[in-house]
Each structure stands twice: as structure tokens, then as C-alpha cells.
């Protein structure tokens, strides 16, 4: 693990995870704990947007402005939970709810260039394949274009 993987851990588990979750026992944190996690991250959001609307700056306990988490930074902070109560699970618990997917909140795809591709068609004789559909994506208001790129050798 990197230095900067083991800072933002940190940072998650002391900003996000341990506030709310500090009063549970391991064993105690289920499926409705989680939710509610995860309900009240997006309640803090709502609540970020609207003193944001307001012209007002919250800030943390620290006296920073308080942002809001991204659907990611959030499933980041329920992965963490999920391994650590798989650690602590050894002989404490008999599920992991924090690994269910049904927490995970759904995460937009960044505008900007990106590569898809698809092989379609069987293999050649040297093992290559006859046909690569390649798909890019310029953005949201261009479309998709598609290529068909044939091998060269």
C-alpha cells in the first residue's frame, strides 16, 4: 500500500466512517446500519447543496468549507467498512453486510474521451482476430462513432 492510499484510508475512516459509525460494536453494524450510513452521507450532501444555494459556507470541525461526496468517495468509505469487517469477521460475525452491492450508490461516467472495444469475428490462423469494432466516444453531444480496423498482419 502507497503512502498516499494509506493518507486518504485514514482520511475517510476519521472524516466519514468513524463518526458515524463509533457508537456500533462490529457485530452490531448490519445491512440497516449501512443504509442509514449511506442515507444520512446523502442527506449531508442535500444539505451542503442547499447553504451552498443560500450563499453559505459550512465548514467542518476543523473550519474548512464542507463539500459534498461523490457517489464514489461515499462506495469508497462502504468498501473500507467491508474490509475491515472482513478482518474482524474471523469467528465475530457471520455476514459482511457492507459488502452487498445494493449499498452502492450509482456513479455518473466522466464527459471526456474514452476508448470501448469490442472483438467481434473468429480468429485467424496466427491466433490474431480478423475484425476489432472500435467504439469512441468524443463526448455527450457528438455520439458515438464506430471504426471497423482490420489486422495488418
Known amino acids: 500500500m502507497t503512502d498516499a492510499t494509506a493518507d486518504k484510508l485514514l482520511s475517510l475512516l476519521s472524516r466519514d ?3 458515524f459509525l463509533h ?3 462490529p457485530r452490531e ?6 443504509s442509514s450510513y449511506v442515507s444520512h452521507k446523502l442527506e449531508q450532501n442535500e444539505e ?3 447553504a451552498r ?3 453559505v459556507t459550512l465548514r467542518d470541525r476543523y473550519g474548512q468549507p464542507r463539500q459534498t461526496l ?3 468517495t461515499t462506495n469508497m468509505t462502504l468498501e473500507v467498512i467491508s474490509r475491515i469487517l472482513d478482518a474482524v469477521k474471523r469467528g ?3 455476514a459482511n453486510p457492507a459488502a452487498d452491492p445494493h449499498l452502492r450508490l450509482k456513479m455518473t461516467q466522466r464527459k471526456g474521451n474514452f476508448l470501448e472495444a469490442d472483438v467481434r469475428g ?3 490462423a496466427n491466433g490474431r482476430s480478423e475484425r476489432c469494432r472500435v467504439a469512441v466516444r468524443t463526448g455527450a453531444k457528438s455520439g458515438v462513432r464506430t471504426q471497423t480496423v482490420r489486422d495488418s498482419a
Request: hydrophobic residues 50%; negative net charge.
Open 17 to 19: 466512517v468513524l463518526p
Open 23 to 25: 457508537v456500533y460494536r
Open 29 to 34: 453494524i448490519d445491512y440497516a446500519v449501512l
Open 48 to 50: 451542503i447543496e442547499q
Open 53 to 55: 444555494q443560500a450563499e
Open 70 to 72: 461523490s457517489a464514489r
Open 92 to 94: 465475530m460475525l457471520e
Open 122 to 124: 473468429g480468429a485467424t
